[in-house]
């Protein structure tokens, strides 16, 4: 069995090893628990998957690991065949990321550290939709992996965007989640409670995506007009939820974009936001 360490022996280079050899089988490589597979039909890439990701992204994303263990089993076929692109195009894009990634790891040297969101006081901040589906699963105990895994995007797509957030002085990084929060004032704050079975880090990911709900929602009924302020609150309200103050923190961000909406559109449409952000609020 061909196997050996990603710390010795770069996958780029093991790929092409298989590849000039015509070998047909099976890539496992595994770290911290996660586990990707590459497959090779003849020496020829075929299929790659990690977690939820498959074909050339899972790949790409497998290539900046700098450590982990690698194993290679003899012809094991794969369930399905999601590349059908030449390996040198392949091996051709995955050496531009990974000097795309040189550059990204002067600041994110490890895409297994956790994003955590510092004050944005009053800031004036704006995000693109993307920007702001990663920013909305930053809660300090998710790291680039996770949010990865969380928004679907490739794990290489979210750490370039939080690059952008860590040059800004929005995010900083660290390397171990911080002991979640004991207290849930759901119990004062709202009829809302999270399940007994959810774990702490199911129930921000769960108050995270009502803050996002919050943001789409009002978005669809205030308009441009009010997106600076939109984001600002819910932002913010992500950083709260990283503080401990639960669906306390959700409810903040929405009191507050309704007070600016009574404002910039009059009473009407803070009613009709009102109403749809309380439901938004008491889902399950």
């Known amino acids: 069995m061909f196997?050996?360490?990603l710390e010795e022996v770069k996958l780029p280079d093991v790929i092409?090893?298989?590849?000039?050899?015509?070998?047909?089988?099976?890539?496992?490589?595994?770290r911290n628990r996660v586990e990707g597979r590459i497959y090779l039909q003849g020496g020829q890439l075929v299929h790659a998957v990690l977690g939820k990701t498959e074909g050339e992204e899972a790949i790409y994303t497998l290539s900046v690991w700098d450590s982990g263990q690698f194993r290679f089993l003899q012809d094991e076929a794969p369930a399905d065949r999601t590349i059908t692109k030449p390996n040198t195009k392949i091996l051709m894009e995955v050496a531009r990321r990974l000097d795309e990634w040189r550059v990204l790891s002067k600041r994110i040297p490890s895409l297994d550290l956790i994003p955590e969101l510092d004050s944005l006081g009053h800031k004036k901040v704006s995000f693109n939709t993307q920007e702001w589906h990663v920013l909305s699963k930053i809660n300090g105990v998710s790291?680039?992996?996770?949010?990865a895994e969380l928004t679907g995007l490739p794990a290489i797509e979210v750490a370039k965007l939080v690059y952008g957030l860590v040059a800004s002085?929005?995010?900083h990084l660290r390397q171990e989640p911080?002991?979640?929060?004991?207290?849930?004032?759901?119990?004062?704050k709202s009829e809302t409670k999270a399940p007994a079975s959810r774990?702490?880090?199911?129930?921000?990911?769960w108050l995270s995506g009502k803050i996002e709900k919050v943001y789409q929602f009002s978005k669809s009924i205030l308009g441009e007009i009010a997106h600076s302020v939109i984001q600002r609150h819910c932002a913010n309200g992500v950083k709260n939820l990283k503080n401990g103050k639960g669906i306390a923190?959700?409810?903040?961000?929405?009191?507050q974009i309704v007070k600016a909406a009574q404002i910039l559109e009059g009473p009407e449409k803070s009613k009709e936001l009102t109403a749809g952000l309380k439901k938004i609020i008491k889902e399950p």
């Open 199 to 205: 774990g702490p880090e199911e129930e921000i990911e």
């Open 16 to 30: 092409q090893l298989m590849s000039v050899s015509a070998k047909t089988g099976c890539f496992v490589l595994t």
């Open 143 to 147: 790291s680039i992996n996770r949010i």
């Open 249 to 255: 923190a959700v409810i903040e961000a929405a009191t």
């Open 178 to 188: 911080k002991a979640s929060p004991d207290a849930n004032p759901l119990d004062r």
């Open 169 to 171: 002085g929005l995010v």
């Open 3 to 5: 196997q050996g360490s």
